[in-house]
T-cell receptor, first 112, second 115 residues
């Protein structure tokens, strides 16, 4: 699976949009971009994933550049409960049971 | 969405004993489940891939005789830490997905403390 690069930490004011970047310059054509987050002492929570089109769900939006070498996760109105470690992962879905390989992630601190 | 239930959420055991952790998919069937371990202030590290009806696949450096994995049904995978030692103290997390192209969902983890 392709390696991803994320900033180690970011701060965001409560109520503002949080934009979390991720670089995945070696991504392959069959690899999706996944975002998960982990709140302290809990299992990771799935947020969103995409291949090449921008995606939006009730939690967040995912913007993928046209060349697919980077993406941005957007939390439109961050709250204190969004404070967590956010992981950007690329994963091929060519066969059943493909694993997720976690990097270091970005610690997002939402401040009041 | 898919729900993965993990039990127990925490366990304390004495050195030399064995501990079993259960991972259940509540609303989907999982041919494959994954077991991770996480030490404090570190990211998740994949330990093994659990395959229903066949042997688990272990990542390099993970002792298969120490971390026994059983995936006897499409909704249950278990991880047994045998002859536990203090260095096995960690946060163990399982995950699974309903199909090959669906997101993986994670249990809430098991905090193991070996005294």
């Amino acid at each position: 699976d392709a390696k991803t690069t994320q900033p180690p930490s970011m701060d965001c004011a409560e109520g503002r949009a949080a934009n979390l970047p991720c670089n995945h310059s070696t991504i392959s054509g069959n690899e999706y971009v996944y975002w998960y987050r982990q709140i302290h002492s809990q299992g990771p929570q799935y947020i969103i994933h995409g291949l090449k089109n921008n995606e939006t769900n009730e939690m967040a939006s995912l913007i993928i550049t046209e060349d697919r070498k980077s993406s941005t996760l957007i939390l439109p109105h961050a709250t204190l409960r969004d404070t967590a470690v956010y992981y950007c992962i690329v994963r091929a879905i060519a066969e059943y049971g493909n694993k997720l390989v976690f990097g270091a992630g970005t610690i997002l601190r939402v401040k009041s | 969405g898919a729900v993965v239930s993990q039990h127990p959420s925490w366990v304390i055991c004495k050195s030399g004993t064995s501990v079993k952790i259960e991972c259940r998919s509540l609303d989907f069937q999982a041919t494959t489940m994954f077991w991770y371990r996480q030490f404090p202030k570190q990211s998740l590290m994949l330990m093994a891939t659990s395959n229903e009806g066949s042997k688990a696949t272990y990542e390099q450096g993970v002792e298969k005789d120490k971390f026994l994995i059983n995936h006897a049904s499409l909704t249950l995978s278990t991880l047994t830490v045998t002859s536990a030692h203090p260095e096995d103290s960690s946060f163990y997390i399982c995950s699974g997905g309903s199909s090959y192209n669906s997101p993986l969902h994670f249990g809430n983890g098991t905090r193991l403390t070996v005294t």
